[in-house]
Structure formats: structure tokens, C-alpha cells
């Protein structure tokens, strides 16, 4: 088992920044491709930003590229999600996700075994 547990949101302004985190703990992280994910009132859930263990990250989605990086630091078991310039629109819960291998697209929720529990983040205007 995989324990993730995200955090960093909260409320701030659009234009702002924020900085979402996410620790790994129980059995070993290497390896795991790590994503983020987001999930707004309604919506389903969509695809944010991938990384793999050794730090290649997939094209991001659309409405974030040029805006958010993923990152990850092995040695912490974390992974980061930069956000900057910030729109109404990004206002959404956040997951973390985990998967010790990925056979299809990295976009796919349906390929990840491990979730967190979700930080909210809410961009006034």
C-alpha cells in the first residue's frame, strides 16, 4: 500500500500562485509514475500534469500548460504541482496519484492504484 496525502491549497486571487505537495509514505516510491489530477463542481474528473521516476513529464493538459510544473523529489517521496497565474477556472479539488506502472495513457485515471484524499483550491476573481 501507497499512502498519499496532498496539500497546499487553499484560497487565493487569480493571478496568484500556489504550490500543492504531495508526501508518499508505506511501501517503497520508487518507480511509481506520479500525476496530479483535478475534479471541479460537476465536472468529472480531468488530467493535470505527469512525471515518471526518473523526472520525464508527458504534455500537460491544455489548461494549464505554459502555467503549471510538476516536479518530484525521490529522496523527500513528494511530488510538487507549481501553479502559477492562477484563473477562476483552475478552481477545483486536487489529487494526487500514484501507479507502480503504467500500460496505457498517463491521462488515464483507470491506471492508477493509489489516490489522496484531495486539497482544495479556490481562485476568486
Known amino acids: 500500500q501507497v499512502q498519499l496525502v496532498e496539500s497546499g491549497g487553499g484560497l487565493v486571487q487569480a493571478g496568484d500562485s500556489l504550490r500543492l505537495s504531495c508526501v508518499a509514505s508505506?511501501?517503497?516510491?520508487?518507480?511509481?509514475?506520479m500525476s496530479w489530477f483535478r475534479q471541479a463542481p460537476g465536472k468529472e474528473r480531468e488530467f493535470v500534469a505527469s512525471?515518471?521516476?526518473?523526472?520525464?513529464?508527458?504534455p500537460y493538459a491544455d489548461s494549464v500548460k505554459g502555467r503549471f510544473t510538476i516536479t518530484r523529489d525521490n529522496a523527500k517521496n513528494t511530488v510538487y504541482l507549481q501553479m502559477n497565474s492562477l484563473k477562476p477556472e483552475d478552481t477545483a479539488v486536487y489529487y494526487c496519484?500514484?501507479?507502480?506502472?503504467?500500460?496505457?495513457?498517463?491521462?488515464?485515471?483507470?491506471?492508477?492504484?493509489?489516490w489522496g484524499q484531495g486539497t482544495q483550491v479556490t481562485v476568486s476573481s
Open positions: 508505506g511501501r517503497t516510491f520508487s518507480g511509481y509514475t
Open positions: 512525471i515518471s521516476w526518473i523526472g520525464f513529464t508527458t
Open positions: 496519484a500514484a501507479a507502480p506502472s503504467v500500460r496505457g495513457r498517463v491521462s488515464s485515471s483507470g491506471e492508477y492504484a493509489y
